[in-house]
């Protein structure tokens, strides 16, 4: 068996494993810094070479002078919309068809007036107010996404999105928390005390094998300013934490917050495990959101693509390769239609396709049945007036919990309005498979009855209207993304990474990135390339 290699350089990544354990991400990568391990400027980034989109020229088929390409595209979410849009700006002659009255796939926005029915039967029909809404699948956006170009370049407005706010909550009384503390107090206990423990630990000289002598009084410079520290390197709380009455004028020097919780009760409460989320590369601020709600991104892809290509309210029943091209069956107001192609793109679920109708071989329908549906779920609460600007000072972000709602969001948009939509629980998984079983009545006094344990009575008296939506329940789609062992290129799903005779799969699912649009959009455009080539060398 190989021995680990001894000296700092082994050694240095053996602590800071152990810092990144106790500390999380952020810890772990300010320590760098402090030790020099870490860029303290801007770098270049190596990237990937810009999206070549195809243009205009010899799109015809042997034998079809003068004719485009024709292409379906299944399913009009993110990927579908992307294909057709990118295809059609080349002069492909493209058909999208959609199960579903809209455009968009899990790119949903709720507003007053609209009514969706689950797979069970159950309707609801949202009661939220004109310029009121709840995005119900995707709702933010990294800043690196190249969903942002397409934003750009479609003329869609956005602005932020607050993912992080240090004036949230973290609330988990499954450990024995009694109240909420601000995520800026709890951030200020987990810090402090970790860097009590690493400043304790080199003083005493346990990292002496660890780190250098220069490496020891760089740490302790760093963990004194990333922990408020004392002179003697221990924690006792600092303005960091908060205060009870705000700094003011001359004579309101203001109250720090106090009480400050033992280094075992901070731990116990856990409430440093949401803090890793803010350093996630897709997660991390400043991230965005279209203005007016999600879904002006689709609709937006509709009008460029042409309204007279879409056809909605037509789920697909087969899908044939044919020797010159493929026959897609579907229905559409009772009736059963077909649509001829050179290609088709799929960009259905896997786990839907795997349902429909097709020729496409054992091998696919194997690699579709592997990937397995994954869940998540929303409801929107609009509130008569904006109490938890006005009496907690919150405007956008995220409560964490480790109650079945998970998450509670606030809107980051309509400030200082006299109303607002409050996501009352984005949940996934198991929490999501609890609320699905219930009904939307069940659902809002549930997710009410633990929001009124964090913000109080108004969580109950001043809500107006609510919107519950279980992806597990949509129909046509019925998950919110996807689980695939081993990822998009393991051996299981190499036959949806290749065209099938002259048909093609694109889908969120099919990139690193499942469960954002980005996904979608950067497998879309893999398929448009592959698609495109192949036209030219025909």
Wanted: a neutral charge; charged letters at 20%; proline letters at 5%.
């Amino acid at each position: 068996m190989a021995q680990p290699q001894s000296g700092s350089g082994t050694s240095r990544r053996t602590f800071l494993r152990s810092v990144g354990v106790t500390g999380g991400a952020g810890a772990m990568f300010a320590t760098m810094g402090a030790l020099g391990l870490a860029p303290t400027a801007a770098y270049a980034a190596e990237k990937e070479a810009p999206f070549q989109p195809p243009r205009r020229g010899d799109f015809t088929l042997q034998g079809r002078t003068g004719k485009p390409a024709e292409v379906v595209v299944i399913g009009a979410g993110i990927a579908g919309l992307t294909s057709a849009y990118e295809l059609g700006k080349a002069g492909y002659d493209c058909t999208v068809l959609e199960a579903r009255d809209r455009v968009g796939g899990r790119n949903l926005t709720v507003r007053g007036g609209d009514t969706l029915t689950d797979i069970n039967g159950v309707r609801q029909t949202a009661g939220f107010s004109k310029g009121q809404y709840m995005n119900a699948g995707p709702a933010r956006l990294a800043q690196w996404m190249v969903t942002l170009d397409y934003c750009r370049e479609l003329g869609v407005p956005i602005e932020v999105f607050t993912n992080s706010n240090a004036s949230a909550f973290i609330y988990n009384p499954g450990t024995g928390m009694t109240a909420p503390v601000r995520y800026r107090t709890a951030k200020a206990d987990v810090y402090g005390y970790v860097s009590e423990l690493l400043a304790k630990a080199t003083n005493a000289g346990a990292l002496d094998g660890e780190l250098t002598a220069d490496d020891k009084e760089r740490l302790l410079t760093f963990l004194k300013s990333y922990g408020s520290l004392g002179a003697d390197h221990t924690y006792t709380g600092t303005e960091h934490r908060g205060f009870t009455v705000d700094p003011g004028a001359s004579g309101t020097p203001g109250t720090e917050l106090g009480d400050v919780p033992t280094l075992s009760e901070v731990f116990a409460s856990n409430v440093g495990r949401s803090f890793s989320f803010e350093f996630g590369y897709d997660q991390a601020m400043l991230m965005f959101q279209p203005v007016g709600g999600m879904d002006r991104i689709p609709g937006a892809f509709a009008r460029a693509i042409g309204e007279e290509r879409i056809r909605t309210g037509a789920p697909v029943t087969d899908i044939r390769n044919t020797g010159d091209g493929v026959v897609v069956t579907y229905t559409q107001h009772g009736r059963t239609r077909t649509v001829k192609a050179d290609y088709c793109i799929a960009t259905l679920a896997p786990h839907i396709l795997a349902k429909t109708s097709h020729n496409l071989g054992s091998a696919v329908q194997t690699a579709l049945l592997a990937v397995r549906p994954s869940y998540a779920s929303k409801i929107g609460l609009e509130y008569k007036s904006r109490w938890w600007e006005r009496d907690f000072r919150i405007f956008g972000g995220i409560t964490e919990t480790d109650m079945d709602l998970d998450h509670i969001w606030y809107p980051s948009y309509g400030h200082l309005g006299d109303r607002g939509v409050i996501i009352g629980y984005y949940n996934t998984g198991a929490h999501s498979e609890v609320y699905s079983a219930l009904t939307p009545a069940q659902r809002l006094e549930r997710a009410v009855a633990q929001g009124v344990a964090i913000h109080g009575e108004k969580y109950r008296t001043e809500l107006a209207a609510s919107f519950s939506h279980q992806w597990k329940l949509a129909p046509y789609l019925e998950g919110a993304w996807h689980s695939m062992p081993g990822g998009p290129d393991a051996p299981a799903y190499a036959p949806l990474n290749q065209a099938q005779g002259n048909v093609y799969f694109a889908g969120d699912y099919l990139s690193y990135l499942d469960a954002w649009q980005h996904g979608a959009i950067t497998s879309a455009r893999k398929v448009v390339t592959e698609l495109h080539r192949r036209v030219l060398a025909a």
